[in-house]
């Protein structure tokens, strides 16, 4: 075998080995995740004769950067609103407070009035809720959580 032919084996070797290295660092910068939204629950208790009543939505929320926001939207079934991620960017936020370095537990607070509760629509609501992670990653669950409104 020539040296010309030796040299440009291990020069194609080379590159080819920098290639496979190179995409293998970009598969590994590549695999943040993005947040996650687990253990939502929500509850819904009416206003009594003493006091306003309370919409509660609380959720696990993690990601490998920290939770910088979750915003949440509760909304009645009937009405076949089918909110996204876009409508979620203008509504209320949940007071999160962080567990770990990467996890924090959000909690939503809503108070009803009797004035406000006499107008809801009886039935299920759905609560959507969307995660922002401090490194600007974001996750929209359209049904992160549900509850029923009754007399």
């Given amino acids: 075998m ?3 032919i030796l040299v440009s084996s291990l020069i194609g070797v080379f590159v080819v080995g920098g290639i496979t290295a190179g995409g293998f660092a ?3 910068a590549s695999a943040a995740t993005e947040p996650t939204v687990e253990n939502g629950s929500a509850r819904y208790v009416a206003p009594t004769a003493s006091g306003a009543g309370e919409l509660t939505f609380t959720a696990d929320v ?3 950067s920290g939770i910088s926001s979750l915003k949440v939207l ?5 009405s076949k609103l089918d909110p996204t991620e876009a409508d979620l960017r203008s509504v209320d936020s949940a007071t999160c407070t962080s567990t770990t370095d990467e996890s924090s537990r959000c909690t939503y607070t809503l108070r009803v009035t009797k004035e406000e509760a006499a107008e809801l629509d009886r039935g299920t609501w759905y609560v959507s809720a969307l995660a922002a992670a401090k490194d600007g ?3 929209f669950v ?3 959580a549900s509850f029923d409104v009754t007399r």
């Fill in 74 to 78: 509760a909304w009645p079934a009937s």
């Fill in 137 to 139: 990653d974001t996750t």
């Fill in 62 to 64: 993690s990601d490998d």
């Fill in 2 to 4: 020539s040296k010309r």
């Fill in 26 to 28: 970009v598969a590994s």
């Fill in 142 to 144: 359209s049904h992160a």
